[in-house]
């Protein structure tokens, strides 16, 4: 990382992330604390005033110290760190106004000035600036949702369940709102089911406002306690209607995470499915079809260790370096290129490829064209030939052995076939890479053929 | 555009344009003024009757003009201009007619014709004829879906916002109606809540009207007004069942946004966790594995800078004009390139492809087969190469300086390894490519031969 | 169509079609009348018994047919019209049982044999077996899905209609047959309600029924019918249970034709967005921009013109006899191909692509490599070249004429710019393709040299 | 299978499987007991009591059989059967404690040590522990999700229906033991409707509170029952919310299903419409777009026969293996091929392809190039020529037969039209291929020249 300004605080400094995220709980008690304090005015004015003050100086501690922080440049992808600029471009936005405006204790200033407690609604529509905090939280989830370490399904079903709560919460502190400040107390959705709601405990109040939040979200309307008055009908309605379309939100990401989830599954079933008909309509032998599906079944098992399309994207260097990771211990090892030069296995490695075998399945059979040939990293095969219509076993090849290399050497049919025995990992690499790599390698050349005349 | 006739509007004039736009505006008003005057026939007769009759002027007037707007031939995608077949065309569809008849004003010549005021409820359901108005909005929106100046996810969202508030204002409205039609009012479904509910304001009849409408679409169904006598049971019936449809069709095409939004995070996660899945398994070393990591991360940074698949659909000319622009100029720059023909760059700049390298990534490796050839074009590169195992750099490149070149020029492996100082932009021309080009132009190669030994 | 046996019907026979879909309207009637008889038996033994007696006339002929009707073996794919194998198969099978225990009249058998009207509930339930005929529509269903001349949106919304009035009339008849046969009429649903319900009329009985199972299977739920004694609790709680399914299942549904009914409006925004983000992003001058556009636009215009990924799975034969119905007759009146033999310009005319060109549109660049030539099909371009840096027109080419030949031929860069006037369609044939073909055919080689020469 | 220590039983054992299914059994009795014990504490102390008593014995037996049970080891892939390090992998994990927590009975320990009855509802509680259980059903629905023998549709409907039932028997129990435990049994939701619903059976008691917990979970919510203190409130809250999400899951998994089970139907359904409209925008002949379509239905037909795209994954020998089994007989009875060396045989076999065509499709076209050849293996073809304008049927071919191999042989364009008279299947082999195979086979290349001039 680059130094800084003195007193300039890089936005990726650890210290100042937890600091966000500290600040990213007061905001959650913010949004809590808002429609709360609507509601429940003596509250407001009481024991939660306190906390209030505390969480609106540490965000105006926040304001302060956003003067220190470094930004990015969007266009140069630099950091900037003079005290000038960062102060005219925090200014300079609507952040700065809105930050500002969420913090200033209204309901403290006017106490001062007035000497009078209650500021009447006003101070309770007041508080709701700062719900401008709550961008807080949507930008960590935009974060979150991008970076791997976390997983998408919780990350995604922890914001729901967030937007679902605070819709809930402000809804019912609002609906209570309303019920209190209704001329006739009998005539509303709580005074109709209490008398006297407002002398009773805060408690019961917010129980029935949420229950009757959470009871019309989820449509379940049992209607136990319902609007009384024209007022509390519109809001109820503007309620009703916002709640389809954040129900309809809630069941598109719930199926969009299902149907992302059963992907993998379902292209895994289809393929053995699609196969295992094409096998039995075509009526294949018993053993072929079950060498097919032991092929599968490996290659969705370890398809975690077969990326080749992902591989396929990345820039050769990269690619090159994979391979040589992968292979050329064994390919150094392997009899034929004993003494040959580094920068001929280099270049082969970088064409090589892992395939995995399940045990009796034919590598190679014989007398077919000769178009690749294989050295065994793990596992063994057996060398197999067909004499008067019964096979043989001639050999067993283990590590670091190799298997077809005659066909391709002398381009002949393959005079061997190769069945795996046990599960298998063999490297393979194709007749015509393999001779455009060795042409110019003239003395490697050589090499190669005296290893193979020595076997 | 091609020059009309005279008196003639082509249908893409800017001021016809914003008159069909104005027109939109009062189809809205027409599709809620219509259910609202079955319902409350007082209003229809009184205050609204001077507006309706204002709109049904307006409309009037558009049908008039549409006498006088050409049209595109579907068949040969020209514009018709000819009074005459414009008149022929409008008026032998249906259009014409259901225009004419959702702008003649009924109950004005019906009260011009016998004196009397009220109609009856005829009136109220020949107002219907005027939705026939709303496949304006349709066209509109439909048109709007393909316009990508503007969000699909809002367009659309806009789209079902209407139709559910369009859907909940009629049944609200014709649920009223029923009552006021009912003979014994204490069984209706207002009329047990509310005495008298006729003679009370209309506003209060609306607020009902719609409550109950919105609690059934919403199936929230608190039960407190519910459907008292069989012809209400009945038209509830219809409308809930309509309401399944309604809401499906809500929550699919919720579900298809965020589907569709969610998309591209999908994909570049799913890379991301699938490359270091693999690099873990098969246990890549971790200089490797951050190399590959960073590579991926500037990927999808960059992915608007690199839209391969979709620049290769387009022609062939628009593509080198594209490569041209991107690369000329930086080619011109190259040492190697410099006094060569204009068509010698013009042909290889169109063969070119733009990459981007994060810091501390290989782009060639010492040893490897040339493919291809570099020119910087921005950012910074050192030549390593390996010595007594210890890796030494030779020198650093900069802009314009190419990379990679010795390899291909000589057919022999890379004699360096080219790793990025910090994010690189460079060119890539490929071995092949470069040779196919080359080989017409003998005097071309001789000026780059002697470039390259100038060095 | 193969000849059958005598008295022999083939199952796609147009009167044995016309015979089958009026079979499945009765079927519908016996799917509404099953349930109803149940909960109204008074009509059941009254004025629908013979409407019943009729319908099951009708399906014994049926039976009674379906052992002339031939029927195609799903092995070998040949119609069977022996009339043993038919019956065999017949009467084999459940089928045939059940279409018998379907048709046979038991409430009448009992009549006569008894003597007495009412048999109690038995026969109501023994009704049911009648709906082992719904098989019928579901056949229908399933090949309406897959004949590509209906809509599938709605064949499969009309069927989620069919399935959810049956769910809905059913469980409100049997949920009336509750009522009826419950002891304490006061303490059943509707009991609770109307007094003496059982004498009132059948219309307001049914209405009742259907309100509230289209109440509950909404999830409206509005509260004012509800289960009273403790059977009919537990019928609700299996309604309600299958509800949840049945909706699901209807979203489901909804959400799959919505989806799919959006692909085709994603792809065309998201490729036109991206192109348009990766042009600003990489500053390309904004004429070109428009170039890239108008090509875009034009493509998703025409895309049911272009269908090269469906054609090219096309057997060779049939994408030959494409190629030489469109391209044949342009090819033809090209001066270049004048005189030229009848084989090679079938040749050609099946390695040949059509391709689209918006007004002012750069077909050939100057300079560039020639890989294809063209010949105008429709439209007109502009031979342009550059000289002293402004662009000269050269000439204007129309229908038939060539661009690009010259540089094809001689294998040099290309001479001169092509660039659209208006809308063209033009004809494309690569460099490579053309030289495989024009190699074997010496004579005319010497024609379309000659055809050049004159010109 | 390998053989494993004395007295270690296999996990793959057929008898352990069905061991672990029959206790998957007492796991879902577990499941329903639990909650049911806690709601109707009688029962728990009674009757149940022996079977919780028998059930925990069993899952006792359980415990003791796992230390004999050999595991596969994730790295190695191998199976572990030493006593010491099974039993060190069990007791170490969480799963040794949680088994033996969730079997001990905790309420009969507690009869005996203090000789009263009741225990109060911490043993209710405690019985939760048996949950603990679920985890096998939970394994076991994973690991049939990946059965491809099993339906997934099923398997995930299965498991969604059991997560239902479970989710709404617990919360109807719990909320019947909220009544239970209430003070004022007046203000419970069930004490409002029936007096002494304590003394009443159990059957009423669970009846109601299963009716409660499904019309909240449908969202139906009549209202008959509903909370009626805060503390039914709270708890009502809670699982209203866990229902949304239950919902939710409950639709997402359901258009899952819906659509991937509508893909492949829409794919034909897609591909037919195209190539329809194609045709009919390019205006082609009638007869033309009947072969089209003729081809493109028979390919959907004979899909499963035809699956290219997932044999081409399979290893190399395999494909062979398949080849060899489909094609080799009919290749041995070609007339060109009678007499040549088998490995000729089996080089050409796999390459080759089979195809289908329906009757009265041209396959081979008169002077088109010679790119394929064809052997037929099953149906008829007609030999066509065109003279003077007219076509002429040359002959017949069946089965056995070659088309197109004149114009391969001898590269020049095809002489003659081959169609289709019936429904057949053809082998292909390319041009290039056949060159490439027979090459090096000097001799074979004789024999087939020479069997081609007997003909």
Redesign the interface.
Known sequence: YPKLHKYIIAPYDRRYRWWQLFLVILVIYSAWASPFELAFKNVASGSLLVIDSIVDAIFAVDIVMTFFVAYLDKST?LLVDEHKKIAIRYVSRIWFTMDVASTVPFQSIYRIFTGKKHGGDVFGFLNFLRLWRLRRVSNLFARL??D?RFS?FWTRYCKLICV?LFAVHSAGCFYFWMATNYRIKKNTWIGSQIDNFESRSI??GY??A??WS???????????L??EN?GE??F??FF??F???L??????????????S?TR??A??D????????AS??R??ES?KE??MA?LQL?FKTV??Q?DE??A??????R???SQ??FQRTVETAYLFKGVS??LI??MV?EMKA?Y?PPK?????Q???P??FYIIASGAVDLLTYRNGTEQVLSKLGRADMAGEIGVLF?I?QPFT?RSKK?CQVIRISHWNFKQ?IQ?HDSDGQIIITNFLQV
């Open positions: 992808y949702e991008k791997t998408y679902t408690w019961l129980t029935y949420m229950y959470i009871t019309t979200l989820t449509t379940v309307g049992y209607g136990d319902h609007a024209t009908k519109l109820n309605m009703m209607l709640n389809i379309g129900t309809a939100y809630l069941i598109g990401n719930m199926t969009n995470l299902v149907v992302h059963a599954t379902f895994m079933r393929t053995i499915n699609e196969v295992s008909r094409y309509k075509n294949l032998p072929l060498q097919i092929h290659k975690e260790l990326q992902v591989i994207d990345l820039p050769k260097a990269i090159s370096s994979i990771h992968l580094q920068d280099i270049q970088s395939e075998f399945v034919d590598i190679v059979l007398n077919e064209i178009t690749d381009n049919p190769v599960l790599i110019p």
